[in-house]
């Protein structure tokens, strides 16, 4: 493994920290043997287990948002980093910069590598230079989506006002072929506007379901549902993905432990075959903001839990 990476041992140091009881983590499972992931926030513990009845997560819809490895992404780390991820069967990568390289170099790294880009984070653009910057480079890379990873305010006509200049490039990324969404958090569920109006309940309202999707990050929706206090957060979040009018075409699928903190795939509380039965998006994009043991850990967990879960 790159770095002198020792998957193994990092997946019981993480189990050891999470409290999991290891062999029945491992239950049913191949090689790292992961795909026990512990049901549901707020309900009762259970096993999704690997290998049982249902459906995988197709190999070539899985990814993997770089942002969780950025710790390495730096210098020489970004050839080596990616390299790994190539070796754990990563297909597709959502970027989350440039890495100080040109779109061309690194677009020549991944194609290298049999990876593809389908996916960025890029801010709301400054203007329209930015914006034609931002999609001559999605293109030269290969994607097909480009996604707002963050937007916050308490004012609601910031919100509206956003919603309406979201839609106005997505008009443009569509006319250029690629899909434009909005990544969401928890604030977004739980931050009062005024009279009880969400984010969320503007962007539902006033984003074009026909220019702009939506990126469902599951730790933040469960969390939001949290915040709300909802009886059954991650029914919160289901219901958050059927009931917009926007198409819910990728998720972030982030794990979430007892305490409300990040965690690496399957070590955490969130019932996932849950929420992909309910709902089953285009892309499944591996993430943890803050890496259990190291990024690469989180990385090769994350791809193992997919490709075993049972939906």
Not at 91 to 97: C, F, I, S, T
């Amino acid at each position: 493994m790159c770095f002198g990476f020792n998957a193994p041992a990092a997946l019981n140091k993480s189990l050891e920290q999470k409290g999991v009881d290891r062999r029945g983590f491992l239950r049913g499972a191949a090689a790292l043997g992961l795909g026990a992931g512990l049901a549901t926030v707020g309900g009762a513990a259970a096993f999704a287990a690997p290998g049982g009845a249902g459906r995988p997560v197709p190999p070539g819809l899985i990814s993997i948002q770089l942002y969780t490895l950025r710790s390495i992404m730096r210098g020489e780390g970004v050839d080596a980093t990616l390299a790994s991820l190539a070796e754990y069967g990563y297909q597709k990568v959502e970027l989350a910069g440039l890495y100080g390289r040109t779109a061309e170099s690194l677009r020549a790294t991944l194609d290298s590598l049999g990876i593809r880009p389908s996916s960025s984070h890029e801010g709301i653009s400054r203007d329209s230079a930015a914006l034609e910057t931002k999609i001559a480079n999605a293109l030269t890379l290969g994607q097909t989506h480009i996604n707002v990873p963050w937007l916050n305010s308490g004012n609601a006509d910031d919100w509206r006002q956003w919603a309406d200049q979201m839609n106005a490039e997505a008009a443009v990324a569509q006319a250029a072929g690629l899909k434009y969404g909005y990544h969401n958090h928890a604030h977004e569920f739980t931050t009062d506007l005024g009279g009880g109006v969400t984010p969320w309940d503007i962007f539902t309202e006033r984003l074009d379901p026909k220019l702009v999707h939506f990126e469902i990050d599951l730790f933040w929706a469960v969390t939001g549902g949290v915040g709300v206090g909802a009886a059954d957060p991650v029914q919160f979040a289901i219901d958050t993905i059927l009931q917009a009018p926007q198409k819910v075409l990728q998720y972030h699928v982030k794990d979430r432990d007892a305490a409300g903190d990040f965690a690496d795939l399957g070590t955490g509380t969130i019932d996932f075959a849950r929420i992909f039965a309910a709902h089953r998006p285009k892309e499944f994009i591996v993430e943890n903001d803050q890496p259990d043991v190291t990024p690469l850990q989180t990385a090769e967990v994350g791809i193992d839990y997919l490709r075993n879960l049972r939906f």
